[in-house]
């Protein structure tokens, strides 16, 4: 086999190599912060002394006004 083609196959397989576990370490960060987030909207709905009901019904109440805000490029 052509020498050149040899090194460009081991580069290639480093490089897959690499890519696999940057895509891990991507997936688990991404799964770090979710929870993180997650926590911080729960404090936030325990600090504001809501129960599941009312919740759902602040969001409910705010979805249309956050629709409004989009159809005007804001957020």
Same mark, same amino acid.
């Given at each position: 086999? %052509?020498p050149? #083609?040899?090194?460009i ?6 490089n ?5 576990e @940057?895509?891990g370490?991507q997936a688990?960060?991404d799964?770090q912060?979710?929870?993180l987030? %997650?926590?911080d #909207?729960?404090?936030?709905?325990r600090?504001m002394g809501?129960?599941p009901d009312?919740?759902a019904a @602040?969001?409910r ?5 956050a629709?409004e ?7």
């Open positions: 086999m %052509n050149k #083609i040899k090194k196959n081991a580069e290639y397989e480093k897959a190599a690499k890519i696999a @940057l895509q370490r688990e960060l799964k912060r979710t929870e987030e %997650n926590l #909207i729960i404090g936030l709905v600090g809501l129960d009312q919740l @602040l969001i109440a705010a979805r249309p006004v629709q805000d989009s159809h005007h490029g804001e957020m």
